[in-house]
């Protein structure tokens, strides 16, 4: 099975700023990654696919990039909504598809 | 609006049954293939299994911690799919979400939308 390791797993950052979480997977997976968004409570919800590609109605402010086994999920400008969990999740080679751990985002 | 709503959630004893459904609706359901993921209370999310379409003759897979115990199945006449647990472990206790596969298992793909999630503990 595929391996997904998130860094970090938690990060305090404020309103305004920029901010990367990385997303590692244990062999190649080419661009098959996807970025999820879960706020406490709530379901995940689909940012980016396919590595780089935005999920419609998803602000701008969320970017994706990377292939291989190294990816990035940007926020360019953190806005109070984005404060929730972001996982990765690869879809190349499946079953099982398989989630990083989790990264936190958290207000400052 | 696409939307999946799960049900059947609930308190059981270790070593007992529970049938969770998962109801679409505002999509082809029969085209697609549902997934079901859950997530226990503080921690990650982690795949379950799922099941094809007719297309792909309703072709199933689970994770290992599950694997003969879990059961998934669909009835596109009610476009629901349904996850039937047996011999439930106390570590079987999580949220459990049912999603649509979207895109095609040789392409690029994701999971989306997913359900409100359905609770599932396991107690004696």
């Known amino acids: 099975d595929i391996q997904m390791t998130q860094s970090p797993s938690s990060l305090s950052a404020s309103v305004g700023d920029r901010v990367t979480i990385t997303c590692r997977a244990s062999?190649?997976?080419?661009?098959?990654l996807n970025w999820y968004q879960q706020k406490p409570g709530k379901a995940p919800k689909l940012l980016i696919y396919a590595a780089s590609s935005l999920q419609s109605g998803v602000p701008s402010r969320f970017s994706g990039s990377g292939s291989g086994t190294d990816f990035t999920l940007t926020i360019s400008s953190l806005q109070p909504e984005d404060f929730a969990t972001y996982y990765c999740?690869?879809?190349?080679?499946?079953?099982?598809?398989?989630f990083g751990q989790g990264t936190r985002l958290e207000i400052k | 609006e696409v939307q999946l709503v799960e049900s059947g959630g609930g308190l059981v004893q270790p070593g007992g049954s529970l049938k969770l459904s998962c109801a679409a609706s505002?999509?082809?359901?029969?085209?697609?293939?549902m997934h079901w993921v859950r997530q226990a209370s503080g921690k990650g999310l982690e795949w379950v299994g799922r099941i094809r379409s007719k297309a792909n003759s309703y072709a199933t897979a689970y994770a290992a911690s599950v694997k003969g115990r879990f059961t998934i199945s669909r009835d596109d006449s009610k476009n629901t799919a349904y996850l039937q647990m047996n011999s439930l472990k106390t570590e079987d206790t999580a949220v459990y979400y049912c999603t649509r596969f979207v895109g095609a298992a040789a392409a690029y793909n994701w999971f989306d939308p997913w359900g409100q999630g359905t609770l599932v503990t396991v107690s004696s």
């Open positions: 062999q190649s997976i080419s661009s098959y």
């Open positions: 505002g999509f082809t359901f029969s085209g697609s293939a």
């Open positions: 999740q690869q879809s190349y080679s499946t079953p099982p598809d398989t």
